[in-house]
């Protein structure tokens, strides 16, 4: 089975950029979709970008388009996701997560633990 473990998140200003990471490991991943998610407390989780087993983003949230972009490093069993443009409402947990060649936001396989993105004013 595959494990996720994310990494990357803290505070910073608004305007500020961030990235996070993923790692993985416990399989061939190569060919697992992965996605990221966030939940902002007392709200329900977002899905906010998928990328397909070929490294092209499936999928993303309007609200982050053009701000967020995920990308993969497969030598290095590593998926990111690039924020830039901050604001104090991306303020979240964000989640890693996988698929086997699949995501959806109800579709998900593995899921790392979340790290803690605060965007302050």
Avoid: H
Wanted: charged fraction near 20%; charge should be neutral.
């Amino acid at each position: 089975q595959v494990q996720l473990v994310e990494s990357g998140g803290g505070l910073v200003q608004a305007g500020d950029s961030l990235r996070l990471s993923c790692a993985a490991s416990g399989g061939t991943l190569s060919r697992y979709a992965f996605g990221w998610f966030r939940q902002a407390p007392g709200k329900e989780r977002d899905l906010l970008l998928t990328e397909n087993w070929r490294g092209e983003t499936a999928y993303y949230l309007a609200s982050v388009k053009g701000r967020f972009t995920v990308s993969r490093d497969n030598a290095k069993n590593t998926v990111y996701l690039q924020m830039n443009s901050l604001k104090p409402e991306d303020t979240a947990v964000y989640y890693c997560a996988a698929g086997e060649g699949y995501i959806a936001r109800d579709w998900v396989d593995y899921w790392g633990k979340g790290t803690l993105v605060t965007v302050s004013s």
